[in-house]
């Protein structure tokens, strides 16, 4: 509960709210196999919507979309890997071709990964988050453009990391994920003169597989649920940005104070290489 009121982003949490916004539409939801996409698509189907469940991993979309269709819910499962071009064009082609009017996508599947820029594997950490965080989702993005028309919605969930000052060891991280965000923003300008909206979400620590190496049990974090009640808030009201209330203070931080931001960082990342040499 302290978590939800210190960090939260604004959230959709009525039921009847969402239902009326998202009954009897098809949404596609990427990354609902695990954590935060999947408590999206529940929140969804919940909602009446026709959810569209993209991932790697068939097994635990397949038992998504059986809970869904056990509740009475609606729900498609499309396995695909946004990281590989081919696949993602073979989703795109079923997409259109099953689905040629999409109201929403969820664009939510992404890898977080904290290694130092002088580790060895930090090249092949860059790729991998580019294609998993940028190229892979804006690719998915622009090839189903046409299926999107008036009054679609693009939502990217994204991290409050993405705003200055970026965080020591994240640069593989925070660098894709700003990348794809200011690229939709750009994509945003344009195809809203086509009636489609995009809004990018900004969470915070959320505890999920993808964060569990980063927080210990009192670190302060959101559920997955509530995170999802902030990803669904950008279907219920027309916002290009959903952001926790101390984020445009940071923002504003990064800009003011830049050296007393770049020293802070300095000194997290001596602490860091210090703790290091201890163990
Ligand atoms: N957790 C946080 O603290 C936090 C904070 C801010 C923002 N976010 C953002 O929230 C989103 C969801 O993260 P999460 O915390 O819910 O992580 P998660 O539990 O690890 O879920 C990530 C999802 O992305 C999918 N995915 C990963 N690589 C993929 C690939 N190559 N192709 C297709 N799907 C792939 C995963 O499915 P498969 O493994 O089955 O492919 C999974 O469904 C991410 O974009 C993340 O950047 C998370």
């Given at each position: 509960m302290l978590a939800r009121l210190l960090l939260s982003p604004p959230a959709c949490r009525?039921?009847?709210?969402?239902?009326?916004?998202?009954?009897?539409?098809?949404?596609?939801?990427?990354?609902?196999?695990?954590?935060?996409?999947?408590?999206?698509?529940?929140?969804?189907?919940?909602?009446?919507?026709?959810?569209?469940?993209?991932?790697?991993?068939?097994?635990?979309?397949?038992?998504?979309?059986?809970?869904?269709?056990?509740?009475?819910?609606?729900?498609?499962?499309?396995?695909?890997?946004?990281?590989?071009?081919?696949?993602?064009?073979?989703?795109?082609?079923?997409?259109?071709?099953?689905?040629?009017?999409?109201?929403?996508?969820?664009?939510?599947?992404?890898?977080?990964?904290?290694?130092?820029?002088?580790?060895?594997?930090?090249?092949?950490?860059?790729?991998?988050?580019?294609?998993?965080?940028?190229?892979?989702?804006?690719?998915?993005?622009?090839?189903?453009?046409?299926?999107?028309?008036s009054g679609s919605v693009i939502v990217n969930v994204s991290t409050v990391s993405v705003k200055p000052p970026g965080g020591p060891r994240w640069g593989s991280y925070q660098g894709s994920k700003a990348g794809f965000d200011l690229w939709l923003a750009c994509l945003g300008a344009e195809v809203q003169a086509s009636g489609v909206r995009v809004c990018s979400v900004y969470l915070p620590l959320t505890r999920t597989r993808m964060s569990a190496p980063t927080y210990s049990a009192a670190t302060l974090a959101l559920s997955a649920r509530d995170a999802a009640q902030s990803v669904v808030d950008a279907l219920v009201r027309p916002v290009s940005r959903i952001a926790p209330w101390w984020l445009a203070w940071q923002e504003l931080g990064a800009l003011l104070f830049p050296n007393v931001m770049r020293r802070a960082l300095g000194l997290v990342e001596r602490l860091d290489r210090w703790q290091e040499r201890r163990r």
């Open positions: 009525d039921a009847a709210l969402l239902r009326r916004a998202v009954a009897g539409q098809t949404i596609l939801v990427t990354g609902a196999s695990f954590g935060i996409g999947r408590e999206v698509a529940l929140l969804l189907a919940e909602a009446d919507a026709k959810v569209l469940l993209t991932a790697r991993s068939l097994g635990p979309l397949q038992e998504l979309a059986d809970l869904i269709a056990a509740r009475g819910g609606q729900a498609e499962v499309y396995r695909a890997d946004l990281a590989q071009p081919a696949e993602v064009e073979a989703l795109i082609q079923r997409l259109r071709a099953e689905h040629p009017k999409l109201d929403a996508v969820v664009s939510n599947a992404g890898r977080s990964i904290r290694r130092s820029a002088y580790s060895a594997s930090e090249k092949r950490d860059l790729e991998r988050s580019l294609a998993i965080n940028f190229s892979g989702p804006a690719a998915l993005i622009l090839g189903l453009l046409p299926s999107l028309g």
